[in-house]
């Protein structure tokens, strides 16, 4: 029998990992404050936010991947809660209004990697029918998206101008 998620352990195994990636960015001098969203900008998705110069600032989803080093694939949600009967609720990968980029972090290495998540959308877009799929059942409800190639999201974090060229990609160790 497949494995039932629970998001609330889901988040808990990744809170290390989210404040290593936490201060890793507040050591940036390019950076004036990094700190976590209020509980309204974490419901929409925001994991933490760089305020920068001009008073603006910078929002980060954060995802831990504890299988890709397995497997060579990212997951990349598309529907967050898949119902039969009643309306879903669209995922991260298309809810984007809310934050800037989104932070990839290899678990069992400690590798970040940080894409524009406008750039990640549209090759997820432009590329969609070539992508593998993923279903997993949650408690009540099953989300759905795409799996996408490791090589790629470290090309796009590379490639696109990932907030700046020293940004995408660094290496750091969660506090366990």
């Avoid at 609330?8 to 404050?33: H, M, P, T």
């Avoid at 309204?40 to 910078?58: R, T, V």
């Avoid at 290495?109 to 590329?127: R, Y």
Wanted: glycine share 6%; proline share 2%; hydrophobic share 40%.
């Amino acid at each position: 029998m497949p494995k039932v998620y629970d998001f609330r352990e889901r988040n808990e195994a990744q809170e290390g990992y989210v404040e290593a990636f936490r201060q890793y960015l507040s050591g940036r001098s390019d950076l004036i404050r990094v700190y976590y969203p209020t509980k309204e900008q974490d419901l929409s998705g925001i994991d933490l936010i760089a305020d920068i110069e001009n008073s603006d600032s910078i929002n980060f989803q954060v995802k831990t991947d504890f299988q890709v080093h397995k497997t060579d694939f990212l997951p990349y949600e598309v529907i967050s809660q898949a119902y039969v009967q009643k309306t879903s609720v669209i995922g991260w990968g298309f809810n984007i209004e809310h934050f800037d980029y989104i932070a990839y972090i290899n678990a069992q290495d400690g590798e970040v990697f940080i894409c524009d998540i406008e750039n990640l959308a549209a090759w997820v877009i432009d590329n969609f029918g070539a992508l593998r799929t993923f279903v997993a059942k949650n408690k009540g409800y099953f989300t759905l998206g795409v799996l996408l190639p490791f090589s790629i999201v470290r090309k796009i974090a590379f490639s696109t101008g990932s907030l700046q060229e020293t940004i995408a990609f660094k290496n750091i160790k969660s506090k366990e």
